[in-house]
């Protein structure tokens, strides 16, 4: 992903500050692309003109990047249209939103489908998507809108109404009603907030669950499922929870097949009830029964508690009734509780807060969200494997300050729940962007560095093991745990499992108490951000060597330029062969003369030279130190260390810097480029401490001051 430094930390900056005012709420969503759905749609009406959206257009670009590309034949005969040219009379909402408006086109989104026919069953939670005061009558102006939650935001995305159709069908999703459009739009608002609609091409449940709901999702595998799952999965659906389930496929997820038994692996599934009743062949015990839907609107289980199957003659007419059961092929489906437990493989639960479902009492829980992210050669270190790297990954230190109030089986602890969530992944697939593999452990920090912010170091993690990790690293968009630890300091450590993998996410941690979770960032400081005098001891060979040179070339007014500079130290300095070094280019030279030049005429006399000679003698030395293999370069991992040993104490945000600016495309820092990122930090902290007259660690600077600064340095 190619990041600009300034460029993505002023956006981070700007985040922030929107966050501070609110922004991204529920009720204040974030204008995705900066559209605002009122202002516009107002325009429309004024105008009397429908909708076109220019971020979205009706072009192939929106369809997607390859198979539904510019080369692909499948798009050739597609044509966009409003509801209007598909049919008489559209609707945006027929008779109530349903699960029934849900039915898969030839699009492999079957996991955001069975997402909306869950979000169909809490009319609170789908309004809250869906904004109920739009219509085809009203105020018509071809304009939608409708809202997510966005890793952390809630966002508000506005769309035209012009849908892709081929012979005057719905190419992609479709109602059951030939004339209600509610589910189609919403489809393509989903696919513009990813960049297409081939963008939504293959996914986890979990996934769109979350981005319906700002949730917290929980997997089972129905084969390890707990004894009481079936009551988890009733006090889910009761608490609002949205639940989705499906059959592993040995082969990739693409190829969905069907079994004898109707149903298909590699596909997702909604469950849209649970239920109990009373059969006539069950006279001492109610059978536990689960109704599931299919996305496709058809292909339907055929077992036992099919949809004609013998066992409905079992039931009274009333029960009947309570449990809705008609025959259609429609999608929908029940079976039995244990046919769902030998057929399924994994049950995926999005909680809207992280409520145990194995006990009655519903907590109040508190969050933390930390953006985060992994900057090849600097903060993606990898997973515990590779312990060179991983200690430089992101860090969160997390307090537990406060015990449940009712623990399980009477141990003490604090319970709280870890969401690992890796970030855009899906909409710079056409990049060639794939989910990484991804996880994170948890290590307990010693008594003695409580209150410590310092970022944990490589031995630390040598020789500390974990006190809890996720169960496994894996290639989903969001790895989440639950864990009960007693009160105390944590780190949490979320990583990718291979290192130099670069990308953004977010870090959700969930407590039934109070907590309090933020990224460890080192105090930003130097040791000798002022120059030291010269020693006023013995000169050494060396020393006069270079007085000796100075003298030679700097002539009779005993100052340098850049250029002569540039001769002066590459005579000596090529001559030390470990450092396998070409010598200084003319850029670095004017850097240093501004670092030293005390008088501001742009040349150095010769105690400034002295200076400056010191400074890299002590340099030249770190770099030797981390140069061990004489390579001439010093690893961008190495930088962190080799910095912190000059005197500088940095954060995250600042390696990151360093590395994008100064590190070869191998992720190395030559002599020439690590003397030149260290002349750099002394200088602008000196200048720092020069404006910062009262010490309070700010500055105000006019915008003359600001690029005489910068220029010159």
Same mark, same amino acid.
């Given at each position: 992903?190619?990041?600009?430094?300034?460029?993505?930390?002023?956006?981070?900056?700007?985040?922030?500050?929107?966050?501070?005012?609110?922004?991204?709420?529920?009720?204040?969503?974030?204008?995705?692309?900066?559209?605002?759905?009122?202002?516009?749609?107002?325009?429309?009406?004024?105008?009397?003109?429908?909708?076109?959206?220019?971020?979205?257009?009706?072009?192939?670009?929106?369809?997607?990047?390859?198979?539904?590309?510019?080369?692909?034949?499948?798009?050739?005969?597609?044509?966009?249209?409003?509801?209007?040219?598909?049919?008489? %009379?559209?609707?945006?909402?027929?008779?109530?939103?349903?699960?029934?408006?849900?039915?898969?086109?030839?699009?492999?989104?079957?996991?955001?489908?069975?997402?909306?026919?869950?979000?169909?069953?809490?009319?609170?939670?789908?309004?809250?998507?869906?904004?109920?005061?739009?219509?085809?009558?009203?105020?018509?102006?071809?304009?939608?809108?409708?809202?997510?939650?966005?890793?952390?935001?809630?966002?508000?995305?506005?769309?035209?109404?012009?849908?892709? #159709?081929?012979?005057?069908?719905?190419?992609?999703?479709?109602?059951?009603?030939?004339?209600?459009?509610?589910?189609?739009?919403?489809?393509?608002?989903?696919?513009?907030?990813?960049?297409?609609?081939?963008?939504?091409?293959?996914?986890?449940?979990?996934?769109?669950?979350?981005?319906?709901?700002?949730?917290?999702?929980?997997?089972?595998?129905?084969?390890?499922?707990?004894?009481?799952?079936?009551?988890?999965?009733?006090?889910?659906?009761?608490?609002?929870?949205?639940?989705?389930?499906?059959?592993?496929?040995?082969?990739?997820?693409?190829?969905?097949?069907?079994?004898?038994?109707?149903?298909?692996?590699?596909?997702?599934?909604?469950?849209?009830?649970?239920?109990?009743?009373?059969?006539?062949?069950?006279?001492?015990?109610?059978?536990?029964?689960?109704?599931?839907?299919?996305?496709?609107?058809?292909?339907?289980?055929?077992?036992?508690?099919?949809?004609?199957?013998?066992?409905?003659?079992?039931?009274?007419? #009333?029960?009947?009734?309570?449990?809705?059961?008609?025959?259609?092929?429609?999608?929908?489906?029940?079976?039995?509780?244990?046919?769902?437990?030998?057929?399924?493989?994994?049950?995926?639960?999005?909680?809207?807060?992280?409520?145990?479902?194995?006990?009655?009492?519903?907590?109040?829980?508190?969050?933390?969200?930390?953006?985060?992210?992994?900057?090849?050669?600097?903060?993606?270190?990898?997973?515990?494997?590779?312990?060179? #790297?991983? +200690?430089?990954?992101?860090?969160?230190?997390?307090?537990?300050?406060?015990?449940?109030?009712?623990?399980?089986? %009477?141990?003490?602890?604090?319970?709280?729940?870890?969401?690992?969530?890796?970030?855009?992944?899906?909409?710079?697939?056409?990049?060639?962007?794939?989910?990484?593999?991804?996880?994170?452990?948890?290590?307990?920090?010693?008594?003695?560095?409580?209150?410590?912010?310092?970022?944990?170091?490589?031995?630390?993690?040598?020789?500390?093991?974990?006190?809890?990790?996720?169960?496994?690293?894996?290639?989903?968009?969001?790895?989440?745990?639950?864990?009960?630890?007693?009160?105390?300091?944590?780190?949490?450590?979320?990583?990718?499992?291979?290192?130099?993998?670069?990308?953004?996410?977010?870090?959700?941690?969930?407590?039934?108490?109070?907590?309090?979770?933020?990224?460890?960032?080192?105090?930003?400081?130097?040791?000798?951000?002022?120059?030291?005098?010269?020693?006023?001891?013995?000169?050494?060979?060396?020393?006069?060597?270079?007085? #000796?040179?100075?003298?030679?070339?700097?002539?009779? *007014?005993?100052?340098?330029?850049?250029?002569?500079?540039?001769?002066?130290?590459?005579?000596?300095?090529?001559?030390?062969?470990?450092? %396998?070094?070409?010598?200084?280019?003319?850029?670095?030279?004017?850097?240093?003369?501004?670092?030293? *030049?005390?008088?501001?005429?742009?040349?150095?006399?010769?105690?400034?030279?002295?200076?400056? +000679?010191?400074?890299?003698?002590?340099?030249?030395?770190?770099?030797?130190?981390?140069?061990?293999?004489?390579?001439?370069?010093? %690893?961008?991992?190495?930088?962190?260390?080799?910095?912190?040993?000059?005197?500088?104490?940095?954060?995250?945000?600042?390696?990151?810097?360093?590395?994008?600016?100064?590190?070869?495309?191998?992720?190395?820092?030559?002599?020439?480029?690590?003397?030149?990122?260290?002349?750099?930090?002394?200088?602008?902290?000196?200048?720092?401490?020069?404006?910062?007259?009262?010490?309070?660690?700010?500055?105000?600077?006019?915008?003359?001051?600001?690029?005489?600064?910068?220029?010159?340095?």
């Amino acid at each position: 992903m190619p990041y600009t430094p300034s460029g993505f930390f002023c956006d981070r900056l700007i985040r922030e500050r929107e966050r501070r005012d609110g922004e991204g709420s529920l009720n204040k969503p974030v204008r995705f692309n900066g559209q605002d759905y009122n202002a516009l749609r107002q325009e429309c009406l004024q105008r009397k003109s429908l909708f076109e959206d220019e971020s979205f257009p009706a072009t192939v670009e929106s369809l997607g990047f390859k198979e539904l590309g510019h080369k692909s034949n499948k798009v050739k005969n597609i044509v966009w249209k409003r509801p209007k040219e598909i049919c008489e %009379n559209p609707q945006f909402i027929v008779g109530g939103a349903s699960r029934t408006d849900i039915c898969q086109g030839d699009l492999g989104d079957c996991w955001l489908l069975a997402a909306i026919a869950c979000l169909t069953l809490n009319e609170k939670l789908l309004y809250r998507v869906v904004p109920q005061e739009q219509s085809y009558s009203e105020g018509y102006g071809g304009i939608f809108h409708f809202q997510f939650w966005r890793y952390g935001d809630w966002v508000d995305v506005v769309i035209d109404d012009r849908i892709p #159709t081929f012979n005057n069908q719905l190419v992609f999703t479709k109602s059951a009603e030939r004339n209600e459009f509610w589910s189609a739009l919403l489809e393509k608002a989903y696919a513009k907030l990813h960049g297409s609609y081939e963008a939504l091409k293959g996914g986890n449940t979990t996934e769109a669950m979350e981005d319906f709901t700002g949730g917290v999702t929980e997997f089972y595998e129905l084969k390890e499922a707990p004894k009481e799952l079936y009551k988890i999965m009733k006090k889910a659906l009761e608490r609002g929870s949205l639940m989705g389930c499906s059959i592993d496929s040995l082969v990739p997820a693409r190829f969905e097949t069907r079994t004898v038994t109707g149903l298909v692996k590699g596909h997702a599934y909604s469950v849209t009830a649970v239920e109990e009743c009373k059969s006539s062949q069950h006279k001492d015990s109610k059978v536990r029964l689960v109704r599931l839907r299919n996305p496709w609107g058809q292909v339907e289980w055929n077992g036992p508690w099919s949809d004609n199957s013998k066992e409905w003659t079992t039931l009274s007419k #009333t029960e009947k009734e309570k449990l809705q059961h008609q025959s259609a092929e429609d999608g929908e489906f029940w079976m039995s509780f244990e046919d769902f437990k030998k057929n399924y493989t994994k049950i995926e639960i999005c909680n809207l807060t992280p409520d145990a479902l194995e006990d009655d009492k519903i907590h109040k829980w508190t969050v933390s969200v930390n953006e985060g992210r992994w900057v090849r050669g600097c903060s993606a270190g990898g997973c515990r494997n590779y312990p060179d #790297t991983f +200690w430089t990954n992101p860090q969160y230190r997390l307090r537990l300050l406060e015990e449940d109030d009712d623990p399980e089986d %009477n141990e003490v602890g604090c319970t709280f729940v870890v969401a690992l969530m890796q970030k855009n992944r899906r909409k710079e697939r056409k990049m060639g962007a794939n989910l990484f593999t991804i996880g994170f452990a948890i290590y307990e920090v010693p008594k003695e560095m409580h209150g410590n912010k310092q970022h944990m170091q490589k031995d630390f993690f040598l020789f500390s093991s974990s006190k809890a990790r996720c169960k496994s690293y894996i290639n989903l968009r969001e790895v989440t745990q639950r864990f009960r630890l007693s009160p105390g300091e944590y780190v949490i450590v979320p990583s990718t499992y291979e290192p130099h993998q670069e990308g953004e996410f977010i870090l959700r941690v969930f407590s039934e108490k109070r907590n309090t979770s933020e990224e460890i960032e080192n105090r930003i400081e130097a040791d000798h951000p002022v120059p030291a005098p010269a020693s006023a001891g013995e000169e050494s060979e060396e020393d006069q060597q270079f007085r #000796t040179i100075f003298q030679e070339i700097a002539g009779d *007014d005993m100052e340098i330029t850049a250029n002569e500079l540039k001769n002066v130290l590459n005579r000596v300095i090529t001559k030390h062969k470990d450092l %396998n070094t070409e010598g200084f280019s003319l850029e670095s030279c004017r850097s240093m003369i501004a670092l030293m *030049d005390m008088d501001g005429t742009g040349r150095l006399n010769l105690q400034e030279f002295r200076h400056l +000679w010191n400074k890299i003698k002590q340099w030249q030395g770190i770099f030797k130190h981390y140069n061990a293999d004489q390579s001439g370069s010093i %690893n961008s991992y190495e930088m962190r260390n080799a910095v912190n040993d000059a005197g500088f104490r940095l954060n995250n945000q600042l390696y990151d810097i360093i590395t994008m600016r100064y590190a070869n495309e191998n992720m190395n820092i030559d002599f020439d480029s690590f003397i030149s990122c260290l002349v750099r930090l002394e200088a602008m902290f000196r200048a720092f401490q020069a404006f910062d007259q009262d010490g309070d660690g700010t500055i105000r600077l006019s915008v003359l001051e600001w690029l005489q600064l910068t220029m010159y340095a």
